[in-house]
């Protein structure tokens, strides 16, 4: 490893660090900084090589855990950390085909690994730090109860009823936690990829994002599976909660890409994606639809024949 290599994997792990640490000292800026916080992992990775990425995520998580508790160092470089490096690590992967040229990582099979990993890592930091929906639901039901909430009557509700709403929030808690963390972790390395790009380090050829293949249909029956268990008790539907939302953020991303496909040569092209991001930003239950669209993609392959392929 060289010692540049090295210098930047250093540099990028306290960066990561310091934006981490940005959300508690809360200010307007604190949670854009934290949602930041996996990107010089990646910057490091894609422009460095894997060592660089690997010396980022292990120096950010040795910083937190000195800084704050040794399971906050563990909990992020298991969520976040080490599986950013490990995307970035794929993305550098190259093969010489029998060309002589080099053959690059399919991008596919990175968003593939995205989509399955990311929510695998976020179930194993549940594992790590434990997952009491009771006892969370309790202090959330607690806190409403002091603050009052009022019921349709203008009475106060009791505890039972708050209890019952608390738990049905702490439940889907995992699933929308997938889903943002995900959309995070690919927006991350996209703008890694693009910093790197500019500064003339990015050794992979950039390629279109609308055009990249679908994920695997198999992945369709996957999401369905662990849907239904998300309905059950117990933490396997936590677990598969969280795999559940994963899994329709990576097929909500795929049917944004279809429409870019589906959209070209459409005069309105530009108000139809800019009226549809906006959307779904304000009201993310359009996301499930924009998912069931990719999914259609994975399974019927409407980009590719959009775009000429068989």
Request: proline share 6%; hydrophobic share 60%; no cysteine.
């Given at each position: 490893?060289?010692?540049?290599?090295?210098?930047?994997?250093?540099?990028?792990?306290?960066?990561?660090?310091?934006?981490?640490?940005?959300?508690?000292?809360?200010?307007?800026?604190?949670?854009?900084?934290?949602?930041?916080?996996?990107?010089?992992?990646?910057?490091?990775?894609?422009?460095?090589?894997?060592?660089?990425?690997?010396?980022?995520?292990?120096?950010?998580?040795?910083?937190?855990?000195?800084?704050?508790?040794?399971?906050?160092?563990?909990?992020?470089?298991?969520?976040?950390?080490?599986?950013?490096?490990?995307?970035?690590?794929?993305?550098?992967?190259?093969?010489?085909?029998?060309?002589?040229?080099?053959?690059?990582?399919p991008?596919?099979?990175i968003?593939?690994?995205?989509?399955v990993?990311?929510?695998?890592?976020?179930?194993?930091?549940?594992?790590?730090?434990?997952?009491?929906?009771?006892?969370?639901?309790?202090?959330?039901?607690?806190?409403?109860?002091?603050?009052?909430?009022?019921?349709?009557?203008?009475?106060?509700?009791?505890?039972?009823?708050?209890?019952?709403?608390?738990?049905?929030?702490?439940?889907?808690?995992?699933?929308?936690?997938?889903?943002?963390?995900?959309?995070?972790?690919?927006?991350?390395?996209?703008?890694?990829?693009?910093?790197?790009?500019?500064?003339?380090?990015?050794?992979?050829?950039?390629?279109?994002?609308?055009?990249?293949?679908?994920?695997?249909?198999?992945?369709?029956?996957?999401?369905?599976?662990?849907?239904?268990?998300?309905?059950?008790?117990?933490s396997?539907?936590?677990?598969?909660?969280?795999?559940?939302?994963?899994?329709?953020?990576?097929?909500?991303?795929?049917?944004?890409?279809?429409?870019?496909?589906?959209?070209?040569?459409?005069?309105a092209?530009?108000?139809?994606?800019?009226?549809?991001y906006?959307?779904?930003?304000?009201?993310?239950?359009?996301?499930?639809?924009?998912?069931?669209?990719?999914?259609?993609?994975?399974a019927?392959?409407?980009?590719?024949?959009?775009?000429?392929?068989?």
């Open positions: 490893m060289n010692p540049t290599a090295l210098l930047i994997g250093i540099a990028g792990g306290v960066a990561s660090a310091l934006l981490f640490a940005a959300i508690l000292g809360g200010g307007f800026l604190g949670t854009p900084l934290f949602f930041l916080s996996p990107l010089p992992i990646a910057i490091a990775s894609l422009g460095w090589g894997t060592a660089a990425g690997a010396v980022a995520a292990a120096v950010a998580a040795g910083i937190l855990a000195g800084t704050f508790a040794p399971m906050v160092g563990v909990a992020f470089l298991v969520g976040a950390l080490a599986p950013m490096a490990w995307y970035g690590h794929l993305a550098g992967l190259a093969r010489p085909d029998d060309g002589g040229d080099l053959e690059w990582y991008l596919s099979r968003f593939t690994a995205m989509v990993l990311t929510p695998a890592s976020l179930v194993a930091v549940g594992l790590i730090l434990g997952f009491d929906v009771e006892g969370i639901a309790g202090e959330l039901a607690d806190m409403l109860v002091e603050a009052g909430i009022e019921g349709p009557q203008g009475a106060v509700l009791p505890r039972e009823d708050v209890m019952v709403a608390a738990e049905v929030y702490v439940r889907l808690m995992p699933l929308i936690m997938a889903m943002v963390w995900l959309s995070l972790m690919v927006f991350n390395l996209w703008l890694a990829g693009r910093i790197v790009r500019k500064s003339d380090r990015l050794r992979r050829p950039w390629e279109p994002i609308p055009a990249v293949p679908a994920l695997p249909v198999w992945l369709v029956a996957v999401l369905l599976a662990t849907a239904l268990l998300a309905t059950m008790g117990g396997l539907a936590l677990a598969a909660g969280v795999v559940t939302g994963g899994l329709i953020m990576g097929f909500a991303l795929q049917g944004l890409a279809t429409l870019h496909v589906l959209t070209v040569g459409n005069p092209r530009g108000f139809l994606l800019g009226t549809l906006a959307a779904t930003f304000v009201f993310s239950f359009l996301l499930f639809p924009v998912a069931a669209l990719g999914a259609a993609d994975a019927f392959g409407m980009r590719r024949r959009r775009l000429g392929g068989t």
